[in-house]
């Protein structure tokens, strides 16, 4: 058993609470991706997994035991950072060994498992170069491999692909979540990037403001958000949120999804960029900026004081200053109340925690 379990976590300097009451699972063998902007406190409740930060209230459990007061050594967690972290005098070979050796893991051992970590990163044939001969990529690798040797069942990785480039990032994502799923880890990693949440994470745990936002696996979020915060964090264009008081009430729209409640003041109606079409006697509109991405286009769009985005197969034929009108199902409609909790729309909402 190797899941990582963490109650009621805690972290403060001062007066600032920068993790407030934070809890949830993360089952053995799964991979939990901590989401939320900088600052939400994502790194620091890692930090606090990993015994690097200190914990000012709550508790973290590894495979059934309370680690909260553990050293970091003692926790049997192996840790990526974002900075590589790699001995600059040693070579690739060298690097990777060390925590071996530190820990006198016997020789024939650390050969065997150097041999298995270089040949399932690509590494064989760079084991004798120096990190300042090796590009981003390349170097990241070496910190998987030193993560592989270590043999630990919980594995910890803090944005380790924000230095590389987009394609590299893409490419060190599908040899992540492989690893993850050949070695059976429980792993915890953090990132700002939806994209790496979206295509990686069995469950994403969104951050605000050192709290939770929601839990849930990708789709969940994505397809049935909790609040306004959830609906706009994830989704490229995010999800259009309208104040019902600003559309206008001549406008052929659907403004109430099914089973909606009555909507009061300072309500309002979400729809995702993919479920807004063209429709003659829809919502009036006004052309504000085209992005072609060339599977698809972005139509940035103006109604009154609202901006909203429509996401459209292929190329569209608008231009900027055209005046088109756009609607939606109702079924696709999202309904968040004054507080930005999400009371209806497509499935039942899961409750915000805490």
Not at 22 to 44: I, M, N, Y
Not at 54 to 74: F, L, Y
Request: net charge neutral; proline share 7%.
């Amino acid at each position: 058993m190797s899941g990582v379990r963490i109650d009621g976590l805690v972290k403060q300097w001062g007066t600032f609470r920068a993790v407030d009451g934070v809890t949830f699972d993360a089952p053995e063998g799964t991979l939990t991706v901590l989401l939320g902007p900088s600052g939400c406190g994502k790194s620091t409740i890692l930090r606090m997994i990993a015994g690097l930060e200190t914990v000012d209230g709550g508790q973290v459990t590894i495979a059934g035991q309370d680690v909260t007061r553990q050293d970091a050594a003692k926790r049997g967690v192996s840790m990526v950072f974002q900075s590589y972290a790699l001995f600059p005098h040693l070579d690739v070979r060298e690097n990777i060994l060390f925590g071996l050796k530190v820990r006198r893991v016997a020789r024939d051992e650390r050969d065997r498992r150097l041999a298995d970590a270089a040949r399932m990163v690509g590494l064989t044939d760079l084991l004798d170069r120096k990190p300042a001969a090796l590009s981003g990529g390349q170097r990241q690798r070496v910190a998987l491999a030193r993560t592989i040797v270590a043999n630990q069942p919980v594995c910890l990785m803090d944005e380790p692909l924000s230095n590389l480039d987009a394609k590299l990032r893409a490419e060190m994502r599908d040899e992540i979540h492989a690893l993850q799923r050949a070695l059976g880890l429980t792993m915890v990693y953090v990132t700002h990037d939806q994209t790496e949440a979206m295509s990686m994470a069995d469950q994403v745990v969104l951050l605000k403001d050192g709290r939770i936002e929601q839990i849930g696996p990708p789709a969940d979020l994505y397809e049935r958000p909790a609040t306004v915060f959830a609906a706009q964090f994830l989704g490229m264009p995010p999800m259009n949120v309208l104040p019902l008081a600003d559309l206008d009430p001549a406008a052929a729209v659907p403004r109430v999804a099914p089973g909606a409640p009555d909507a009061g003041a300072g309500w309002s109606l979400g729809v995702r960029p993919e479920k807004v079409v063209l429709a003659p006697g829809g919502l009036a509109v006004e052309v504000a900026a085209v992005d072609y991405m060339g599977a698809e286009t972005v139509l940035r769009l103006r109604h009154g004081p609202l901006a909203l985005m429509a996401r459209v197969d292929g190329r569209a034929e608008a231009r900027p200053g055209d005046r088109v009108a756009v609607s939606w199902a109702a079924e696709d409609l999202h309904l968040f109340d004054d507080t930005g909790i999400r009371r209806s729309g497509p499935a039942a909402a899961p409750p915000k925690p805490g």
